[in-house]
């Protein structure tokens, strides 16, 4: 079975530039997230989807940051602009459920970096 | 705030030798999970602590969970090379999860 897919795996622009990111859930999961994880440090969640509602933005920075899931499977987060400080890896997971004990599968990650 | 607190958050350690791992939370939550993070590779999930005085192994790797005391802990058994690595524990908070800082394992020959 095909784990969760995101491209690109590598990612790198001038700041101000525009970025975007996919993500493809597993199979039958409902539940989408996009972590951002900074070198040294756990994921730090940035929005969680059940299907094609995001349930859960507050940690999305809505000013550079939007994400979409149209249809409830793919997703794509994109940056605009791009910040120096927005280089990290941008990890995308999914679960079955959302609720309490769904476990979650997690991509390779993007990796950014800003120039 | 929920915060969740790993140590330590840098280990060496020879091989054959046993070591924990702590992970600290300061909210109530009955439910835990710990991954492992190789370097440039995504997490892998070693194991999903769902109730209080869980306890699961798997290999050289057991983890447990105490809810009431807010503490997992994650140990080793007779370390090897191969489980050199960064370890997350990460405790579910209202659907989602929150990750401790990670503790970067290296084992030595």
């Known amino acids: 079975e095909a784990g969760v897919v995101q491209s690109p795996r590598y990612k790198i622009i001038e700041k101000k530039q525009p970025v975007a990111f996919w993500c493809n859930p597993i199979s039958g999961h409902n539940t989408l997230y996009w972590y951002l994880q900074n070198l040294g440090q756990g994921p730090e969640l940035l929005i969680r989807y059940e299907n094609e509602e995001a349930v859960d933005d507050s940690q999305l920075p809505k000013d550079r940051f939007s994400a979409e899931r149209l249809k409830g499977v793919d997703s794509t987060l994109k940056i605009q602009p791009a910040e120096l400080g927005d280089s990290a890896v941008y990890l995308c997971a999914s679960s079955l459920r959302g609720g309490s004990g769904g476990e979650l599968f997690f991509g390779e990650g993007s990796r950014l970096t800003v120039l | 705030e929920l915060k969740v607190e790993q140590n330590p958050l840098f280990l060496s350690m020879q091989e054959g030798k046993n070591y924990t791992i702590y992970c600290n939370y300061s909210?109530?939550?009955?439910?835990l999970y710990w991954y492992r993070q190789d370097p440039g590779k995504s997490l892998e999930s070693l194991f999903v602590l769902l109730s209080n005085g869980a306890v699961k192994q798997e290999g050289r790797l057991m983890a447990s969970l105490d809810t009431k005391a807010r503490l997992s802990t994650l140990h080793i058994t007779a370390a090897v090379h191969d489980l050199s690595a960064t370890y997350f524990c990460a405790v579910d908070l209202s659907q989602k999860l929150v990750f401790g800082q990670g503790t970067r394992l290296t084992i030595n020959p």
């Open positions: 909210t109530t939550s009955d439910r």
